[in-house]
């Protein structure tokens, strides 16, 4: 399935929007700013963000399943996410201790990348599972357990707050409703004839560009900007105590 523009500047968006947030929490960790990320705007704007990603790869996932490349392209795009959500969790480990990343939006997209084959190509049932996931994700998360082997799945232990925390419950849903969006659009489909084609100003054909970069390289953006971000971060901390 060849790429589309509008979809990677779309990610891209979503990419800044991440950046941002993530300045700001970092700022807010250093004691740069004060606000507070449990109520309101702050915590619903990442979970926007996130929101969008997991929709846009639904949307992807049923698009590559509509060019019947087989389940072994599914297959191998969740080896590889797995294998980069498992060495995000071997990383933050040390650094985060009980925090750390063990079921992250990467872990969610390798799994997603499973369970969104056999339901591509049928919206209607994209559509209950995303509904059925999403209301019962909610249900349980209000909800602590005294076990935690099914915190991958949505039901979250007592004490257990990590850094980057995306169940299956109830966030498949978003994913499920990407595929379903997708799906719905593709039905509804029908042939347009050719219209001229209007010129944009060259400020908005370059924001485009930008965007669409941006979103085709989302991957290698989320796995470098926090590094980044803290390093600098850091270098701000320190430097101006060793002046004083």
């Known amino acids: 399935m060849p790429r589309s523009r509008n979809i990677d500047a779309i990610r891209g968006t979503l990419i800044l929007l991440m950046v941002l947030y993530h300045t700001v929490y970092i700022a807010v960790m250093f004691a740069f700013v004060k606000l507070e990320f449990y109520t309101g705007f702050w915590w619903i704007f990442p979970r926007f963000i996130a929101a ?19 389940f072994r392209v599914f297959a191998i795009r969740a080896i590889k996410l797995a294998i980069i959500a498992a060495a995000i969790s071997i990383a933050t480990w040390p650094v985060l201790g009980k925090g750390f990343v063990f079921f992250g939006v990467l872990h969610l997209l390798a799994v997603a990348s499973i369970l969104g084959y056999p339901i591509s190509g049928k919206p209607v049932l994209a559509l209950l599972i995303g509904a059925a996931s999403l209301l019962l994700g909610l249900y349980i998360g209000q909800m ?16 257990l707050y990590p850094a980057d925390y995306l169940p299956i419950l109830p966030w498949f849903a978003f994913c499920a409703f990407g595929i379903a969006g997708h799906d719905l659009g593709l039905q509804h489909k ?35 900007h926090l590094p980044v971000l803290y390093a600098i971060a850091l270098i701000a901390y320190i430097v101006p105590r060793r002046l004083l």
């Open 52 to 70: 969008g990603f997991i929709f846009l790869s639904g949307w992807n996932l049923a698009g590559k399943k509509a060019g019947n490349p087989g």
């Open 144 to 159: 602590r357990f005294d076990f935690f082997w099914l915190a991958w799945l949505g039901f979250r232990p007592v004490g």
């Open 190 to 224: 029908t042939p347009l004839k050719a219209k001229p084609v209007l010129k944009c100003p060259a400020f908005a054909s370059g924001a485009l560009w930008f965007l669409a970069f941006l979103g085709k390289h989302s991957l290698k953006i989320y796995l470098i």
